[in-house]
């Protein structure tokens, strides 16, 4: 109660969470390494591509310093299709995440295997050095899926924020006018919480009591936390005493078969008497 | 069920039909009856916090000459006409159209605590059919109203107001209807929307 904040993260901080994903720059002036507590970031020599975590991608875009490469999925392309597979292919569920980074080894072609870190970027490289250690795989929420060459047709995790953030500041670097993207990603917001609503009937039935939010990305969640928590909270408590109830027949029946037959309650029954 | 929940404690207070089993002296009045003793079999409707005490309880007395007449309980009790067939018939037929507000302003509460006292297997999974097809509803009408809708953003805040695209008349009817429970459902998922709007606008201006 002391707390007027609703559990879970608020669009605010999501946002600001979404800072840390790493972004492809093409930088315009030279710039050393700069030595955060997160790590070095790469030098960077204007013809190069480098990445950044977005919040410093921003504020050299600001400055004039950079430019943005838009990651492949924002391409009204990508997006299109993304939105082609929501509605038609596929119109119950959200469409996946970005699979895990895969490659196969020279040599061994056609086996393609989930990749470490060394794939990923020059940012986290210096940030560990145990960059070749092979627990440390990288999963979704943590991939760098917003850089230039992350596949395109998946949305990321922070795929909102970081869109909505690249068409604000960087609206100039995109692929296609930054409205035709922008026109793009709200459709896909309305269908997805379209989508979100009506996944709400796989409550309806007893048995298959459980939501599916594969693929919903973080700002969505932090929008219907409240409300999805409620709903699933209320199912609950509806159907509590029936559960109740059950849970008792089944001990009943184990019991019932250890100690054969239900004499217990007649026999009480006479002692009151 | 916290000891300070206003909504559990108004929901304790809820009256439902009630049926005494013996004779209370001096208790006419319930009955509209004062001085009169409160016969036997007479009914009288009793909030539940009282209801569930004297249907638990019993008399605890012997009777030799008729066993069964001894350690019955004081009343025997019924589902409320909020919950009553013709409700739940309604409920079955179409969710949405049933105001339930009207019933009882803890419908689902009083619900939950009727189930827990008696045992309503089709109760149960009718209301939970219900609920979670109101939820839907309740999702829809919460994006909508204020104009809270993606697509207007920005200027038309006051116009979107009135429009509520299409959802209009019928869905503040339905607004009305809707019980404690739904109501914090909707305050949530409107609270969830409205936060992402402010989000969205304030992009632009960092």
């Known amino acids: ?104 080894l020279y040599s061994q072609p056609g086996t393609a295997r989930r990749l470490n870190p060394s794939y990923v970027d020059d940012f986290t490289q210096t940030q560990q050095n145990s960059q070749q250690d092979p627990n440390s795989i990288l999963s979704p929420p943590f991939l760098p899926s917003n850089v230039a060459e992350s596949p395109a047709g998946y949305l990321p995790y922070h795929w909102l924020e970081v869109a909505e953030a690249l068409l604000t500041h960087a609206g100039d670097d995109m692929p296609a006018p930054a409205g035709e993207v922008r026109s793009l990603l709200r459709d896909l917001v309305e269908v997805r919480a379209a989508k979100m609503r009506s996944s709400t009937s796989a409550l309806e039935g007893f048995g298959d009591a459980y939501l599916t939010l594969r693929g919903v990305g973080a700002m969505e969640l932090a929008e219907n936390r409240a409300f999805l928590a409620g709903l699933v909270d209320g199912v609950r408590k509806i159907g509590a005493s029936a559960e109740a109830t059950r849970r008792e027949e089944e001990e009943e029946a184990r019991r019932g078969g250890d100690y054969g037959g239900d004499g217990d309650e007649d026999s009480d029954e006479d002692m009151g008497l | 069920m916290s000891y300070y929940d206003i909504d559990a404690i108004l929901t304790d207070a809820e009256k439902i039909p009630c049926t005494f089993q013996i004779d209370v002296p001096d208790l006419g009045y319930l009955d509209n009856q004062p001085g009169h003793t409160l016969k036997s079999g007479s009914r009288v409707a009793l ?55 009207d019933q009882s302003a803890h419908f689902y509460a009083l619900a939950t605590h009727m189930m827990e ?29 204020g104009g809270a809708g993606g697509k207007g953003k920005g200027k038309a805040t006051k116009d979107d107001n009135a429009s ?3 959802v209009g008349g019928a869905g503040e009817d339905f607004l009305r209807g809707l019980d404690e429970w739904e109501r914090k459902l909707f305050r949530c998922a409107h609270d969830g929307t409205k936060a992402s709007k402010e989000w969205m606008e304030n992009v632009k201006k960092r």
């Open chain 1, 1 to 104: 109660m002391a707390l007027p904040l609703p559990p879970g993260l608020t669009q605010n901080e999501v946002a600001f969470l979404a800072e840390m994903e790493m972004v492809t720059v093409v930088p315009r002036q030279r710039l050393d390494s700069i030595d955060l507590l997160g790590g070095k970031t790469p030098q960077l020599r204007p013809p190069h591509r480098a990445q950044l975590p977005l919040w410093l991608a921003l504020l050299l875009k600001k400055q004039r310093r950079a430019n943005i490469v838009p990651p492949a999925w924002m391409h009204p392309a990508s997006l299109a299709e993304i939105i082609h597979r929501e509605t038609k292919e596929d119109p119950e569920a959200f469409s996946p995440p970005p699979p895990p980074p895969s490659r196969a």
């Open chain 2, 117 to 145: 006292l008696s045992e309503e297997p089709e109760l149960s999974a009718v209301l939970r059919k219900t609920f979670v097809s109101r939820a839907a509803e309740i999702a829809l009408h919460a994006r909508k109203v």
């Open chain 2, 164 to 166: 509520n695209l299409g």
């Open chain 2, 47 to 101: 909030p539940i916090w009282l209801a569930e005490m004297l249907a638990i309880a019993n008399t605890g007395t012997i009777d030799m000459d008729d066993p069964s007449q001894s350690s019955k309980s004081f009343i025997t009790f019924d589902l409320p006409p909020a919950l009553g067939n013709d409700v739940v018939q309604a409920l079955k037929a179409d969710p949405r159209s049933v105001p339930l507000r």
